[in-house]
Nanobody, 117 residues
């Protein structure tokens, strides 16, 4: 399975970004898989951020709840992460992967998000 994350950038606190993750591969049928986003904050390990089931049900880490929204477009094999009211502590490299929850392996190149004034 290949994942390609995009949409990162540099924003000021309070700003917004929308991340995208295209997942594809031989034998991988995107609509059949939950998908998650995680981030690696400088000096820390991978932190699960959000996930979405095939049903559309979602989950969020407490740190991003009410600010981030995960969604999916099965026709485009893409999962999105809308990030609003960004804070400096949201800075990090964001990854996506199939699955739901904190015990996943992330192998994409990630997309850098920097929140700074």
């Amino acid at each position: 399975v290949q994942v390609v994350e995009s949409g990162g950038g540099s924003v000021q606190p309070g700003g917004s970004l929308r991340l995208s993750c295209l997942a594809s591969g031989s034998g991988f049928f995107f609509p059949n898989h939950a998908m998650s986003w995680a981030r690696q904050v400088p000096g820390k390990g991978i932190e699960w951020v959000s996930g979405i089931y095939v049903t559309g049900n979602t989950g969020y880490a407490d740190a991003v709840k009410d600010r981030f929204t995960i969604s999916r477009d099965n026709a485009k094999s893409t999962v999105y992460l809308q990030m609003n009211d960004l804070k400096p502590e949201d800075t990090g490299v964001y990854y996506c992967a199939p699955g739901f929850g904190p015990d996943l392996t992330y192998w994409g190149q990630g997309t850098q998000v920097t929140v700074s004034s």
